[in-house]
């Protein structure tokens, strides 16, 4: 099992940036793919990335490909969204999520993640 604690968000100007990390508990970080999701009110969770056990393998969806980078540090224990050129529309509570299935690749799925934080917000403003 893992907890996880996401920080960093907070108040920003579109074409701003902000930088999410997520701590994490245990001695088998190493083991989960991670992934950034995000929920808009009135709107379903949606990943926003996702990043490979080793990190080499990454996923982004089109809506914020070119400016959203995963990163993951497992000595630390630690995953990080660098979100850059931001944009009114991504305004939302930022979620990390972890997947202990094993999977050689991040999954896209939001039930295929099995452990949340409690989320951030990230506003940005026009």
């Known amino acids: 099992q893992v907890q996880l604690v996401e920080s960093g968000g907070g108040l920003v100007q579109a074409g701003g940036s902000l930088r999410l990390s997520c701590a994490a508990s245990g001695r088998t970080f190493r083991t989960y793919t991670m992934g950034w999701f995000r929920q808009a009110p009135g709107k379903e969770r949606e990943i926003v990335a996702g990043?490979?056990?080793?990190?080499?393998?990454?996923y982004y969806p089109d809506s914020v490909k070119g400016r959203f980078t995963i990163s993951r540090d497992n000595a630390k224990n630690m995953v990080y969204l660098q979100m850059n050129s931001l944009k009114p529309e991504d305004t939302a509570v930022y979620y990390c999520?972890?997947?202990?299935?094993?999977?050689?690749?991040?999954?896209?799925?939001?039930?295929?993640?099995?452990?949340w934080g409690q989320g951030t917000q990230v506003t940005v403003s026009s």
């Open positions: 990043i490979s056990r080793s990190g080499g393998l990454t």
């Open positions: 999520a972890a997947d202990d299935a094993y999977r050689a690749y991040p999954s896209r799925g939001r039930d295929d993640y099995d452990y």
